[in-house]
């Protein structure tokens, strides 16, 4: 069945560093890929997004890479800073599904480092 | 601010109480979901509406019973609930269906006794 789950549960990173947090899916029909951060006492909060037609996609301080033959997504934050520190969560969605066919992964924990 | 509001932000009753969880979006979207978030779970799709209309119900209990009279707002009627509903419950919008990308609450915390 769909699954989407997470490497580490778990991730440490000193202020400044970069911060990679991955992400393994099993849908090879998944045609699009969210992140999302969730910071302590608030709702979801939308990252990026990402096409199976793409490689590769940046955003601000953000990228997030996508390798379609080993089903396997991660997000690169550049020059980690404090406020980074939340659950990072990845989405699937199936192809021909809407919003309504995204699956979660259950989350990484990102802790920054003085 | 998402621009999804979602009241009251903590909720604690009992399992024999009858209660609601409202959600206002200010986005102009179409479509709205609950979800439910548990510790250590990924979120889970309770309920999607579209255009007013429930176009998904993902084996929710009977206990939760949603309502959207318009595109704009949507509640979850909550009644003889049990303590493994406690969660936290999240509303999110998006234009369509189609599109991917969901705004989000801030959530409501919920604690059945």
């Known amino acids: 069945g769909e699954s989407v789950g997470l490497h580490l549960p778990t991730l440490s990173v000193q202020e400044g560093d970069n911060s990679i947090i991955n992400c393994a899916y099993s849908?090879?029909?998944?045609?699009?890929f969210i992140w999302y951060k969730q910071e302590s006492g608030k709702g979801p909060q939308f990252i990026i997004d990402?096409?199976?037609?793409?490689d590769k996609r940046q955003g601000q301080r953000v990228t997030v890479l996508l390798n379609k033959t080993v089903k396997h997504l991660s997000l690169q934050i550049a020059a980690t800073q404090p406020g980074d520190s939340a659950v990072y969560f990845c989405?699937?969605?199936?192809?021909?599904?809407?919003?309504?066919?995204?699956?979660f992964g259950k989350g990484t924990h990102l802790i920054i480092q003085p | 601010e998402t621009g999804v509001t979602q009241t009251p932000r903590h909720l604690v009753m009992g399992m024999t109480n009858k209660k609601s969880l409202k959600c206002e979006q200010h986005?102009?979207?179409?479509?709205m979901y609950w979800y439910k978030q548990s510790a250590k779970k990924p979120l889970e799709l309770m309920f999607v509406?579209?255009?007013?209309?429930?176009?998904e119900n993902n084996s929710v209990p009977s206990r939760f019973s949603p309502e959207c009279p318009n595109s704009s707002h949507l509640f979850l009627h909550l009644h003889t609930l049990q303590p493994e509903d406690s969660a936290l419950y999240l509303c999110?919008?998006?234009?369509?269906?189609?599109?991917?990308?969901?705004?989000f609450g801030e959530g409501s915390r919920l604690t059945v006794l």
């Open positions: 999110a919008s998006s234009q369509g269906l189609v599109t991917g990308e969901l705004f």
């Open positions: 849908n090879s029909a998944s045609d699009y």
């Open positions: 990402i096409r199976s037609n793409m």
């Open positions: 989405a699937e969605r199936g192809s021909g599904g809407g919003a309504d066919g995204l699956t």
């Open positions: 986005l102009g979207h179409n479509a």
């Open positions: 509406y579209n255009f007013k209309e429930q176009t």
